[in-house]
């Protein structure tokens, strides 16, 4: 679920406060999940280990948590988005497209 924040690029369509929300969150992310698999491991589980981090941001922006847990999903959603095209236009460059094609 949470992204690395290496590549900037894939942060471009974001304003500078969402940048700054979902970085927070991602990094406090890397504290707590560590190494898990985020595909192997239940949603839920990964939530509730967010819910500290997306808690103090809901108080401190004076908003539910509900909110701040469907804007970081938004944005998850927007980033990953655009590390998937940034990904098909490497492939695209390099010839790959059809490599991964099925004949």
Avoid: C, H, W
Wanted: hydrophobic share 40%.
């Amino acid at each position: 679920m949470f992204q690395s924040t290496q590549n900037s690029n894939q942060f471009d369509a974001l304003s500078q406060e969402d940048k700054a929300m979902l970085e927070r969150i991602n990094a406090y992310a890397e504290q707590v999940l560590g190494d898990i698999d985020p595909q192997k491991t239940r949603i839920s589980f990964q939530l509730d280990k967010l819910k500290p981090v997306m808690q103090e941001i809901a108080d401190e922006k004076g908003m539910s948590l509900e909110d701040i847990f469907i804007k970081y999903m938004d944005l998850a959603s927007i980033v990953s988005a655009k590390q998937n095209a940034m990904l098909k236009e490497d492939f695209d460059e390099n010839g790959l497209t059809n490599f991964v094609e099925m004949p």
